[in-house]
């Protein structure tokens, strides 16, 4: 099995390193993440969320839900059964952790180090790429990046890597400007 030192819950831990396992046997690391990825650009759908954590749906139902919304969007294979056997398991509350420990997992099999950037608008791929470099200086090694948009932020960045986190939102700076005023005062 895969091994992470990451702290995600169990369930979805043991479910991304066995889906990692199956994927490295099958040559199909890259499309297994890009499927996962696209599932994850899904998880945005309030009915999706809602499919996913409540309890009032039976394993049938999610199943038969889960197949449509795969094949619908051309997730197959692999992270189609995968998705299936999941929903089947009644574990789809854990798919947002899988996501998340599969890719830690696939960046660690490639020798990167898996960062979370929430931005305050789309960045370009200029800026990603600027970004990816800065990041490996610090870092040591190559970074693998998941961009998430916040307009709450109002602008800057809020970088994850593992236990590390670099906040230079504006968000963070008005609100530490704000204390700072309330302390004056």
Sequence with gaps: MAQSSSPISGVAERYAGSLFDLALQANSVA??????N????????????????????????????????A????????????????AQ????????????AFRQIAAEHRGETAAEVT?????????????????????GKDVAITVTVDP????????????RQIDTSLKTKLNSLKLALKEVG
């Design 71 to 86: 094949d619908k969007a051309g997730i197959t294979g692999l992270t189609g059964n995968f998705l299936r056997v999941v």
């Design 89 to 100: 398991n009644r574990r789809l509350f854990a798919i947002p952790g899988v996501i998340k």
């Design 38 to 69: 696209s599932f994850a650009a899904m998880l945005g759908s309030a009915d999706l969320t809602r499919l996913i954590n409540s309890p009032v749906f039976s394993s049938e139902d999610q199943a038969k839900a889960i197949a449509a919304i």
């Design 152 to 163: 709450s932020l109002l602008g800057g960045l809020v970088v994850k890597i593992g236990s």
């Design 119 to 139: 931005s305050a608008h789309a960045l370009t791929d200029a800026q990603q790429t600027e970004l990816k470099a800065a990041l490996k200086s610090v870092a």
């Design 31 to 36: 499309q297994v993440e890009a499927d996962l």
